[in-house]
């Protein structure tokens, strides 16, 4: 059974950091792409960051390019998103997705997480 744990999201101040993790179990091969999506209120789900196992290529959305770090353990089977610099308008549920693929030019998961809450207050 694939499972995908988020956890590290909570409350911060604008300008503030935080870190999600993901942990990811049952996948029965290697070469896939994991990342992050997130979902603010009233607003479609986004791709925010991805980042591959196999060679570390990593994608971001253009928007949240130099605040934001994805990298993976491979070991752990584990993922992380460093933010930085948060704004309130990062303010969503952040979701993991994997493997993540493209339709039509736009990414999406197979399977998710049941995500985590990140709040930037002003």
């Known amino acids: 059974e694939v499972q995908l744990v988020e956890s590290g999201g909570g409350l911060v101040q604008a300008g503030g950091s935080l870190r999600l993790s993901c942990t990811a179990s049952?996948?029965?091969?290697?070469?896939?792409?994991i990342g992050w999506f997130r979902q603010a209120p009233g607003k479609e789900r986004e791709g925010v960051s991805f980042i591959s196992r196999i060679d570390k290529s990593t994608y971001y959305a253009d928007s949240l390019k130099g605040r934001f770090t994805i990298s993976s353990d491979n070991a752990k089977n584990t993922v992380y998103l460093q933010m930085n610099s948060l704004k309130p308008e990062d303010t969503a549920v952040y979701y993991c997705a994997a493997p993540i693929l493209w339709y039509d030019g736009s990414p999406w998961g197979d399977y998710w997480g049941q995500g985590t809450q990140v709040t930037v207050s002003s």
């Open positions: 049952g996948f029965t091969f290697d070469g896939y792409r």
